[in-house]
């Protein structure tokens, strides 16, 4: 496992993938492979013009492929919505899912919903996007997938139920933590629903370690002031030092996407030192992301402020 790379990944021909974040960095990088391994990818992507760039790239490396754009904001769960709507009326069956797009540290901004938009976008819009593609999901004789891409962050996260939307107090990293955390609890507590409804879906989780993309500027720079520059001026230093390539960030989210024998709720992440960069292998989590008491407490929030429910069993079968 530990010198996995994107020439091992195994052939998705015949297979469908939806990729969220798709325009550019660990999205883009996602998407672009799964198509060249043969995969019809559905891109998410909030930007149009950027979409239409990404778009160009995928079949720019994967001639035979035939990429799909759509329109994604995980930040308006009106959006999220017609995403899953395009999505159901185009394909049949979905084969996997790659919850990958996101937002880090930028100062308080709230999404379309009124949601503090780091767990709006990160973790709700993404529990809305997979419980409505869930027909989808299920529709196949074959085992789905739902990558839910994560970060070492969540180890500084706590589900702060008492201000979950940070309106009393509100640090961007350690929201940042929570949206991370949130991701987690999720892919975990997806798993323990699909065995017990016999949904037929392996829900796995991904986290990159420290790669180099557009986050490391987009949110922590987001703001002016003292803070934005020490934000900024840190993160180009450690992407000097310890940064690896998107490419690279990559690989834990193609891995635990493709690799046949990946565990149900298992969790990837790099190899080398802290996690922090090198190729992908199976990596623990911290003990808050295991509660199922927490798990089950945030679903139950999830479903009320996205109006999204999951049901109790397979739509088909159940």
């Known amino acids: 496992m530990s010198s996995w790379d994107l020439d091992d990944i195994p052939s998705q021909i015949g297979r469908t993938w939806a990729v969220t974040g798709a325009n550019s960095g660990l999205g883009l990088v996602t998407a672009r492979e799964l198509a060249r391994a043969g995969a019809t990818v559905i891109l998410g992507c909030r930007d149009p013009e950027r979409g239409q760039a990404a778009l160009a790239d995928v079949r720019g490396a994967a001639s035979d492929a035939e990429p799909r754009l759509h329109r994604l904001d995980l930040a308006d769960l009106g959006s999220v919505r017609d995403f899953a709507s395009v999505v159901s009326e ?37 529990f809305a996007l997979t419980g409505l593609l869930m027909d989808r999901l299920v529709a196949g004789e074959g085992e789905s997938r739902v990558v839910t891409v994560s970060s070492g962050a969540h180890k500084i996260g706590a589900m702060d139920w008492d201000d979950l939307q940070g309106t009393k107090s509100y640090s961007r990293w350690r929201r940042y933590g929570q949206s991370k955390l949130a991701n987690l609890l999720f892919a975990y507590e997806l798993q323990r629903r699909s065995d017990a409804g016999d949904w037929g879906i392996k829900s796995v989780a991904a986290h990159p370690g420290y790669a180099s993309t557009h986050l490391q500027s987009s949110g922590p720079g987001i703001g ?10 840190v993160m180009k230093a450690t992407n000097l030092v310890f940064a690896q390539s998107d490419e690279m960030g990559a690989l834990p989210s193609l891995y635990a996407a493709t690799v046949p024998d990946m565990p149900a709720g298992g969790f990837v992440g790099p190899s080398g030192p802290g996690e922090m960069r090198g190729h992908p292998k199976l990596v623990g989590s911290t003990r808050a992301s295991r509660s199922e008491t927490d798990a089950k407490r945030l679903w139950q929030i999830s479903e009320e402020l996205t109006g999204v429910s999951y049901p109790a069993s397979s739509p088909i079968s159940g």
């Open 90 to 126: 185009s394909v049949e069956e979905l084969d996997g899912l790659v919850n990958n797009a996101g937002v880090m540290a930028p100062p308080r901004e709230e999404t379309a919903d009124g949601y503090e938009l780091q767990l709006g976008t990160n973790h709700l819009g993404h």
């Open 224 to 233: 002016g002031g003292i803070t934005s520059l020490l934000n900024v001026t």
